[in-house]
């Protein structure tokens, strides 16, 4: 497990800072949004994977119903993703909560991103080394296809990452991010309001 580089803790905590001061006022117009037309809870937690696979509480802005089926099942993520979450989404809005999670340190504004906790053992060796770094807001792969890429793609590139990070690199991932929130690419995989669950690589299971 790698060390985080000073320099990358301390460019995350003075951008997320100046980023939380002008993203509250957007945070509390979502939050009473969230509230009067879907009601509590107002943010989605949930444990997540970071550095070295501690597992840490996410949080994200809420987008779907709790609906269930007859026999109290989930429905399928599309038929419980609301209208507002569906705008949530597509702008990443949903994913401001997130700054709190990297001022407390459990993640960075870039990185690769923290994905389900039971997809720990379904990662080859290789696909593993992406927890050698803070997961992130956003990050290589998400700039280079985000959901529209299949998982062994988008590990490719999260351990591309790890191998080649630099203050530069997270400023460009940066920059080009918001240039793909502003035209909405990639959000989500071909045919699917979500990415389909991860179930290990084809080289995983042979």
């Given at each position: 497990?790698?060390?985080?580089?000073?320099?990358?803790?301390?460019?995350?905590?003075v951008?997320?800072?100046?980023?939380?001061?002008?993203?509250?006022?957007?945070?509390?117009?979502?939050?009473?949004?969230?509230?009067?037309?879907e009601?509590?809870?107002?943010?989605?937690?949930?444990?997540?994977?970071?550095?070295?696979?501690?597992?840490?509480?996410?949080?994200?802005?809420?987008?779907m119903?709790?609906?269930?089926?007859?026999?109290?099942?989930?429905l399928?993520?599309?038929?419980?993703?609301?209208?507002?979450?569906?705008?949530?989404?597509?702008?990443?809005?949903?994913?401001?909560?997130?700054?709190?999670?990297?001022?407390?340190?459990?993640?960075?504004?870039?990185?690769?991103?923290?994905?389900?906790?039971?997809?720990?053992?379904?990662?080859?060796?290789?696909?593993?080394?992406?927890?050698?770094?803070?997961?992130?807001?956003?990050?290589?792969?998400?700039?280079?296809?985000?959901?529209?890429?299949?998982?062994?793609?988008?590990?490719?590139?999260?351990?591309?990452?790890?191998?080649?990070?630099?203050?530069?690199?997270?400023?460009?991932?940066?920059?080009?991010?918001?240039?793909?929130?502003?035209?909405?690419?990639?959000?989500?995989?071909?045919?699917?309001?979500?990415?389909?669950?991860?179930?290990?690589?084809?080289?995983?299971?042979?």
């Amino acid at each position: 497990m790698k060390s985080i580089p000073l320099e990358k803790r301390i460019f995350d905590l003075v951008l997320t800072t100046v980023g939380m001061v002008i993203a509250l006022p957007l945070m509390g117009i979502i939050t009473l949004l969230i509230y009067f037309r879907e009601g509590r809870p107002v943010l989605f937690r949930q444990p997540r994977p970071g550095l070295g696979g501690k597992i840490f509480t996410l949080y994200k802005f809420r987008t779907m119903r709790n609906a269930v089926d007859k026999n109290g099942n989930p429905l399928p993520d599309g038929e419980r993703l609301t209208p507002l979450g569906r705008f949530l989404r597509s702008t990443s809005l949903d994913e401001l909560p997130e700054l709190f999670n990297v001022l407390r340190g459990e993640m960075s504004l870039v990185g690769p991103r923290p994905l389900l906790v039971e997809y720990l053992p379904r990662y080859t060796p290789e696909q593993a080394r992406r927890h050698e770094v803070l997961p992130g807001i956003t990050g290589w792969a998400q700039i280079n296809g985000r959901n529209a890429l299949t998982w062994e793609e988008k590990f490719r590139l999260d351990v591309w990452y790890v191998d080649h990070w630099s203050l530069w690199l997270d400023v460009k991932i940066l920059a080009l991010t918001l240039w793909k929130v502003l035209r909405r690419e990639g959000i989500n995989a071909p045919g699917s309001e979500t990415a389909e669950p991860f179930m290990g690589s084809p080289e995983q299971s042979s």
